[in-house]
């Protein structure tokens, strides 16, 4: 039971920042669009990566540095091209930025949720790398992956979910614009941290 709850706190506490992702399942939250795959999708990823993590794919990542370096570009690319597409959305305003407004698809939201989690390289290194070692810490390891894994499911389907408490502040083209801002302005400073590591 220790290393379940350890677990669960230590998932919960790399998890919470904003990034890049949480960003996306928030705005996917307030247009109340896709929600329930958009949670499922990052809460499954999560526990992928935690398993991979407590079984040992971190010493992976670490004898081969020209892997995490490649997903290091790789994902700084992405971050700017998807905060340069909310930068756009926060000048252009109008009716594309309300709830109700034209939105992608499930399978179009799917793959920029998708490349958000698989391209960062913080999720693998919060979730394989540092959770990995933590966890070696504990006399049970994978008891301890699933406590973060279970962390990482209420994390997401409260973020998801929760975001619908903020609807009605969000409700005016202006409120959608600066939120598409603050997004874009997370994204390019996480790409930008990227780049400088």
């Given at each position: 039971?220790?290393?379940?709850?350890?677990?669960?706190?230590?998932?919960?506490?790399?998890?919470?920042?904003?990034?890049?992702?949480?960003?996306?399942?928030?705005?996917?939250?307030?247009?109340?669009?896709?929600?329930?795959w958009v949670?499922?999708?990052?809460?499954?990823?999560?526990?992928?990566?935690?398993?991979?993590?407590?079984?040992?794919?971190?010493?992976?990542?670490?004898?081969?540095?020209?892997?995490?370096?490649?997903?290091?570009?790789?994902?700084?690319?992405?971050?700017?091209?998807?905060?340069?597409?909310?930068?756009?959305?926060?000048?252009?305003?109008?009716?594309?930025?309300?709830?109700?407004?034209?939105?992608?698809?499930?399978?179009?939201?799917?793959?920029?949720?998708?490349?958000?989690?698989?391209?960062?390289?913080?999720?693998?290194?919060?979730?394989?790398?540092?959770?990995?070692?933590?966890?070696?810490?504990?006399?049970?390891?994978?008891?301890?992956?699933?406590?973060?894994?279970?962390?990482?499911?209420?994390?997401?389907?409260?973020?998801?979910?929760?975001?619908?408490?903020?609807?009605?502040?969000?409700?005016?083209p202006g409120?959608?614009?600066?939120?598409?801002?603050?997004?874009?302005?997370?994204?390019?400073?996480?790409?930008?941290?990227?780049?400088?590591?």
């Open positions: 039971m220790m290393s379940y709850a350890a677990g669960f706190g230590t998932g919960l506490s790399l998890i919470v920042a904003i990034g890049a992702q949480n960003a996306f399942v928030l705005r996917q939250g307030l247009m109340r669009r896709h929600v329930l949670c499922l999708f990052c809460a499954l990823s999560d526990a992928l990566l935690i398993l991979l993590g407590v079984t040992g794919m971190a010493r992976i990542t670490r004898s081969m540095p020209m892997l995490a370096e490649g997903m290091r570009w790789a994902g700084a690319a992405f971050l700017i091209w998807y905060g340069a597409r909310s930068f756009r959305s926060a000048w252009k305003g109008g009716d594309a930025l309300r709830p109700e407004g034209a939105s992608r698809g499930l399978a179009g939201t799917l793959a920029i949720i998708a490349a958000l989690t698989w391209l960062n390289p913080h999720v693998w290194l919060d979730t394989v790398i540092l959770l990995g070692a933590v966890s070696a810490q504990w006399p049970d390891p994978l008891v301890f992956g699933l406590g973060a894994m279970t962390g990482s499911f209420a994390f997401f389907f409260a973020l998801g979910y929760g975001a619908r408490l903020l609807a009605p502040v969000l409700s005016r409120a959608w614009r600066i939120l598409d801002a603050a997004i874009g302005v997370v994204m390019g400073s996480i790409a930008l941290g990227l780049i400088l590591e």
